[in-house]
Nanobody, 128 residues
Framework: QVQLVGSGGGSVQAGGSLRLSCAAS????????MGWFRQSPGKEREFVAA????????FYADSVKGRFTISGDNAKNAVDLQMNDLKPEDTAVYFC?????????????????????WGKGTPVTVSS
């Protein structure tokens, strides 16, 4: 089993920044993608960003490109999501996830149904 522990988030005004972190522990895998999804009330959980196990590849949802940056520390099995220029529509609960044997792009394309492990949600609120 893999345990994912997310941290960060909070409340900020539009245009501000927040940083999310996710640390993985437990069983290790040689290839995987790690990333973030988000879910707001009444909406389906949607992909935000992912990074490959090597850290060499990243993939983003169109809605966050140019504003969010995902980075990883393979030695620590951790990823960070730097969120800049936040908008009210970014308000959601953010979930860290892992997909074994996948690339970052594959993780983004397959969506939340295909994930192997989930962390508990971290709320982010952006006020206008």
């Amino acid at each position: 089993q893999v345990q994912l522990v997310g941290s960060g988030g909070g409340s900020v005004q539009a245009g501000g920044s927040l940083r999310l972190s996710c640390a993985a522990s437990g069983r290790t895998f040689s290839t995987y993608a790690m990333g973030w999804f988000r879910q707001s009330p009444g909406k389906e959980r949607e992909f935000v960003a992912a990074i490959s196990w090597s850290g060499a590849r990243t993939f983003y949802a169109d809605s966050v490109k140019g504003r969010f940056t995902i980075s990883g520390d393979n030695a620590k099995n951790a990823v960070d999501l730097q969120m800049n220029d936040l908008k009210p529509e970014d308000t959601a609960v953010y979930f860290c996830a892992v997909k074994i044997g996948a690339t970052a792009q594959a993780m983004g394309i397959m969506g939340h149904y295909g994930m192997d492990y989930w962390g508990k949600g971290t709320p982010v609120t952006v006020s206008s």
